[in-house]
């Protein structure tokens, strides 16, 4: 069975930094596409990054190289570390399994999301 | 702002038929597959079709998608107490040397 559970959601201070944690089950990251998604209080879904099976990686260029995304295929776990936070940076951050073809690709499995708050 | 276009809400009685729109444009929707996402909040979104028009295993088939020109439809037939969620249209946003993901603003379902 898939599965993906968040983790090291909190409460953090402006300017601060966290690193969220995705942990996998019922298949490897390693071999996988895999996404990072938020959604901001009050608002809708948005894309953050993504890294690629190969492990190359591809950041929303709104985020201005404050976010990281990378992965730890021996723990089977991704990651996003993030810098520099703001208040706008608050909300619910999802990963997701990204199944890639030539035409397109969708989010097939996510999880059920870790709180971010920044506040002071 | 969001790059896809959605209705912020629509409604229904049970039963009854919604359709929900996802507006986009030729670098978007116009080349690329869609995929639609039923999201209630406080829980993990959900796949619900996948290349425009496929349902994943274990989507009814009251759930169904489509394309024409820049524009991807989400039809839901038979509504369901259960159905209220908010929707979310996504894609490929093509015109960067890099494409990104996108998602329409969402769609609030309520059943009446």
């Known amino acids: 069975e898939v599965l993906l559970v968040e983790s090291g959601g909190g409460l953090v201070q402006p300017g601060g930094s966290i690193k969220l944690s995705c942990a996998a089950s019922?298949?490897?990251?390693?071999?996988?596409?895999m996404a990072w998604v938020r959604q901001r209080p009050g608002g809708g879904l948005e894309w953050l990054a993504v890294?690629?099976?190969?492990?190359?990686?591809h950041h929303a260029q709104s985020l201005r190289g404050r976010f990281t995304v990378s992965r730890d295929p021996s723990k089977n776990t991704l990651f996003l570390q993030m810098r520099d936070l703001r208040d706008d940076d608050s909300g619910v951050y999802y990963c997701?399994?990204?199944?890639?073809?030539?035409?397109?690709?969708?989010?097939?499995?996510w999880g059920p999301g870790t709180l971010v708050s920044v506040a002071s | 702002q969001s790059v896809l276009t959605q209705p912020p809400s629509v409604s229904a009685a049970p039963g009854q038929k919604v359709i929900i729109a996802c507006s986009g444009s030729?670098?978007?929707?116009?080349?690329?597959?869609v995929s639609w996402y039923k999201h209630v909040p406080g829980t993990a979104p959900k796949l619900l079709i996948f290349?425009?028009?496929q349902r994943p295993s274990g989507i009814p088939d009251r759930f169904s998608g489509s394309k024409s020109g820049t524009t991807a439809t989400l039809h839901i037939t038979g509504l369901q107490t259960g159905d209220e969620a908010d929707y979310y249209c996504?894609?490929?946003?093509?015109?960067?040397?890099?494409?990104?993901?996108?998602f329409g603003g969402g769609t609030k379902l309520t059943v009446l």
């Open positions: 030729s670098s978007n929707i116009g080349i690329n597959f």
């Open positions: 019922g298949f490897p990251v390693g071999s996988n596409y």
């Open positions: 290349d425009t028009d």
């Open positions: 890294i690629y099976s190969g492990g190359a990686t």
């Open positions: 997701a399994r990204e199944i890639y073809h030539a035409a397109g690709s969708y989010f097939d499995y």
């Open positions: 996504g894609t490929w946003e093509s015109s960067q040397s890099v494409g990104d993901w996108v």
